[in-house]
């Protein structure tokens, strides 16, 4: 398959870096640290409307940090030289291409086409196994 129009690599302050290939190591990494960005979220909606601007602007502050830490994390490259040298903006421009290099939205569309087999396959397993230990 041919990449025409897509980005290989970006420019992250003064270093180039490749987009990278979502294999099941980083993708680990990644979802470990996404738990934050939805308790985020969550405690925003769940804050008094009175209340909810002050919460917002402490919610950007740590989104920021958010995607810093995630640009570091998918490009190897130090947190300290990322926050010192590369854009808000290369660093969005960055998990963008990450994400569509990896198509990522057909890989969840495809993931959530399989949570109903492999849990109807599991019951079924957990049924079996229940009817063996009665007989």
């Known amino acids: 398959m041919l990449n025409f129009g ?4 970006l420019q ?3 270093r ?3 987009i990278p290939k979502l294999t099941r190591t980083r993708l680990k990494k990644l979802t470990d640290h996404l738990g934050t960005i939805g308790d985020l979220v969550v405690k925003i909606f769940l804050t008094p409307t009175e209340d ?6 402490a919610g ?3 989104m920021i940090d958010e995607i810093y830490e995630l640009t570091s994390l998918l490009s190897d490259l130090d947190i ?9 903006a290369e660093c969005t421009e960055f998990l963008n291409l990450t994400w569509a290099k990896n198509d990522m939205n ?3 569309k495809n993931l959530s086409g399989l949570i109903p087999p492999m849990a109807q396959q599991f019951v079924t397993s957990i049924a079996q196994r229940m009817g063996q230990a009665q007989g």
Not at 80 to 88: R, T
């Open 12 to 14: 992250l302050g003064n």
């Open 6 to 9: 897509k980005k290989d690599a």
């Open 16 to 18: 180039k870096v490749q």
């Open 106 to 108: 057909a890989t969840l």
């Open 80 to 88: 300290e030289e990322l926050s010192e040298q590369a854009s808000l």
């Open 52 to 57: 909810r601007s002050v919460m917002i602007v």
């Open 60 to 62: 950007a502050e740590i």
